[in-house]
């Protein structure tokens, strides 16, 4: 018996991308219903480094959703394919700490 009680995950994570400095870009797809107060609370639990940008990209569908996991390139370029693609929702937490939730 388990006194523990197992939700499932907010979103499912499609992807994630971490460079050597230590700033990261993950991906999720959105589930079928959600406030916005849900997904922004979900992006402030993403792993972030102090002092390091973290970006966190949603989207509506599988079909639509970029893996930034094998992206061979700098954490500005992984973020310039992720901001042109499909996505619906982006939160981004800024080196001082600040953030930001955008709708596309």
Do not use: W
């Amino acid at each position: 018996y388990s006194c523990t009680d197992s939700k499932p995950p907010f979103a499912e994570q499609v992807g994630y991308y971490k460079n050597k400095e230590k700033g990261r870009a993950l991906t999720f797809i959105l589930p079928s219903s959600f406030t916005e107060d849900e997904l922004l609370n979900h992006a402030k639990r993403q792993p972030n480094t102090n002092g390091k940008v973290t970006v966190v990209f949603y989207y509506d569908t599988n079909e639509k959703a970029v893996d930034p996991t094998q992206m061979n390139s700098s954490l500005y370029n992984v973020i310039l394919t992720l901001a042109r693609s499909d996505y619906s929702y982006r939160f981004d937490k800024y080196p001082d700490g600040s953030n930001i939730l955008t709708k596309k």
